[in-house]
């Protein structure tokens, strides 16, 4: 089992930058790749990035509407992986979600991850 906590959401004007933290418990959370999704009213869960390592090296992976914009990380010594969004549009208003896959490989369907946090909600002003 993996327990999931995020925090950082909150509103922000067009243009400006948030720092999503997610801080895993329970299972070793070096063994998992990690995600961020996010879901906006009435629509589908949607990935936003993903990140998993191999020795010193972390390999990061983005969907193309945040590619450039936000950037994922993540510290094993904390447990924690981070979404540092900048250049924030109104279209990225959504709950964002963390989500661990006890797998090396990254992926991109929801589906392909066990464990979900609750959710922090991102709202972006024009």
């Known amino acids: 089992q993996v327990q999931l906590v995020e925090s950082g959401g909150g509103l922000v004007q067009a243009g400006g930058s948030l720092r999503l933290s997610c801080v895993a418990s329970?299972?070793?959370?070096?063994?998992?790749?990690m995600g961020w999704f996010r879901q906006a009213p009435g629509k589908e869960r949607e990935f936003v990035a993903a990140?998993?390592?191999?020795?010193?090296?972390?390999?990061?992976y983005y969907s193309d509407s945040v590619e450039g914009r936000f950037s994922i990380s993540r510290d094993n010594a904390k447990n924690t992986v981070y979404l540092q969004m900048n250049s924030l549009k109104p279209e990225d208003t959504a709950v964002y979600y963390c989500?661990?896959?006890?797998?090396?490989?990254?992926?991109?369907?929801?589906?392909?991850?066990?464990?979900w946090g609750q959710g922090t909600q991102v709202t972006v002003s024009s």
């Open positions: 989500a661990a896959r006890p797998a090396a490989t990254i992926s991109t369907r929801p589906g392909a991850y066990d464990y």
């Open positions: 329970g299972r070793t959370f070096s063994d998992c790749a």
């Open positions: 990140i998993t390592w191999s020795g010193s090296s972390t390999y990061g």
